[in-house]
């Protein structure tokens, strides 16, 4: 029953709370551009899109950069207030979590009655061995056997949720607004901040549950301090209990983005050198190396979305159970 609790609460929380937080920094709407203005990608008389050449230097890195900066794709009409109907406001984030959540149950349907039979695919082998190792050598090997058992089903679906939305931001963009532009739901503070603020939660529940609240606070101090050292102890004790969450969103986060922008500034450098070169035939050559780059960061991204992954459930892990066992 705590298990399923958990995993309820898990999932409203991070799927709700990163859109909250999306709202709460969504830049102010701009004014209407005067008569006469352009977009910064319009022709010099406002028609059509620039050529290359025609582009800024700077042009070619936001062209590339800003499918990575969350946006509104659907604002409902269902109060003639505006701030209402920001409230219920859907960014781009939102659908590739759904679209994440789908692919979770499609996958691990056939995981769960793969128990029930004697034989199964061999894809489905994989991914209960993947179950199986979070089980014993993530979740069982921090809070053990006992205690632990009524964690697996949160901390499996916290792994495969961020795997999922890693996975997802690998499949290339074929344009630059939803849907054609595949987002990195991860790549954004307001989701690994919604998932650390979750961590937080159960750290500071299960913690004060499990000892009481005088007991909590008073278990962050170490014991036999002097009397001198304690308040100080007590104050860096809980900034570093806050900075935990923090760590885990800023690591998941940073790690995520930047590998998409420096691939980004890897295409973004091809078209650069071409307008330096005046679209002569040695920009083929130039193209080369960028393209190698973008291709290897690529490669390094596949690993990185499962190590990501890894480090953000284990530390969650460890967290949650120093904080139910503070003397340990």
Known sequence: MLSKLL???WVCLVVGAGNVLAQSHEP???APAAAGAHDAHDGPAGHGAKRTLEMSASDFFKHQFEHSVPYVIFTPKISPDEHVNHLFAVYNVQPWQWVCLGLMFVVFLPVVGSFRR???GRFTRVMRGFCLWIRDEMVYSVMGREEGRAFVPLFLFTF???TFQNVIGLVPSVGHHFPTAIYTATGTPYVTGALAAVTLVLMLGLGIKKNGLFGFFKGLVPHGLPLPLIPIMFLIEVISLLVKPFALTIRLFANMLAGHL?????????FLFTKMQGGAITSYLTALPCVGMAIFIYIIEAFVTLLQAYIFTFLSINFVYQSIHQDH
Request: no cysteine; hydrophobic share 70%; charged share 0%.
């Open 7 to 9: 995993l309820a609460v």
């Open 28 to 30: 102010a709407p701009q």
């Open 118 to 120: 004697p034989s199964s």
């Open 160 to 162: 495969f949720f961020i």
């Open 262 to 270: 420096v691939i980004a500034s890897a295409i973004a450098l091809v």
